[in-house]
């Protein structure tokens, strides 16, 4: 039970209990937002242990040429060894015989069998709601209706003329950073996202792959990307009380260009 305690103690606890710096605090607390946690959550003290030694171990490597050459690499190796890639192939449902997957069944009526099983990288309530049909486990189904789904992501991304000019020393090398007001900010923003609001402050991650891979753009220039891991999957108002936010909760042009301005602002008040 004492073992099990201090796995399950959040990240906020742990961060206030092991450092004395506001600081390095700041530094630790969105790491992370990166497996869809935040610093008030259950095991998020135990898995942002992971991800800092995973950080000091190996660091956070990218794929050189930009991340289309990881895709590449598996197309080959898939390839090579006699398998067969098909896209914009709707599947329908998944065949099952003797209480065991088959193949699966394409929308167009097309089916596709297999050897040993079906792997299937989808939600679970598509999984048991609509590939699976009548003959999902009834008890599976109902877990499956009941799942609770967590926080979206919001992403930018940047085409500069120029590397951009920190204020901060030092950061234009840095490949990946987060601009925060610090470990409250992001439990605040975090918990905004969870009620539904869009955060006020949110936290942002910047990545700058060009700081080690400067093949990713022409000479003199440089690209950003920009991740808010704290965006509500459905939207019940605007915490900062300034954006308008549709009835239905879901995202609209004219939204999602307000809140990419307020990430845009947040930005340049550090370039």
């Given amino acids: 039970p004492a073992a099990s305690s201090a796995k399950a103690i959040t990240l906020a606890i742990w961060l206030e209990n092991t450092y004395q710096s506001e600081i390095t605090r700041a530094l630790w607390a969105p790491w992370v937002l990166h497996a869809g946690l935040g610093p008030e959550d259950a095991f998020s003290g135990q898995i942002a242990r992971v991800i800092a030694f995973a950080l000091e171990a190996a660091g956070a490597p990218i794929v050189k040429g930009g991340a289309g050459n990881l895709l590449s690499a598996f197309e080959a190796l898939i390839k090579e060894r006699g398998g067969v890639i098909r896209t914009e192939g709707d599947v329908a449902s998944i065949i099952q015989s003797g209480g065991r997957a088959t193949g699966v069944r394409l929308a ?14 989808v939600t679970p309530t598509h999984l048991y709601g ?8 009834k008890a599976d189904l109902e877990a499956a209706q009941k799942y609770r ?29 987060h601009l925060t007001p610090g470990l409250d900010g992001v439990s605040k923003a975090c918990n905004e996202a969870t009620r539904g609001m869009l955060p006020e402050v949110p ?7 060009h700081a ?7 000479e003199g220039k440089a690209i950003l990307w920009l991740q808010l891991p ?36 947040i930005l340049a008040s550090h370039i």
């Fill in 130 to 137: 609509r590939l699976l049909g009548d003959a999902a486990p």
């Fill in 212 to 218: 080690l891979d400067p093949s990713r753009c022409p």
């Fill in 149 to 177: 789904y967590g926080k979206g992501n919001f992403q930018i991304h940047y085409a500069l003329d120029k590397p951009p000019a920190w204020r901060g020393e030092g950061l234009a090398k840095v490949a990946l950073l």
């Fill in 203 to 209: 936290t942002i991650c910047v990545g700058q792959p």
């Fill in 108 to 121: 167009s009526g097309d089916t596709v069998t297999a050897k040993k099983s079906v792997i299937c990288s």
């Fill in 230 to 265: 704290e965006a509500p999957r459905h939207i019940k108002g605007d915490a900062a009380g300034k954006l308008q936010t549709p009835a239905d909760g879901r995202w609209t042009d004219a939204l999602r260009e307000a809140y990419a301005d307020r990430a845009e602002a």
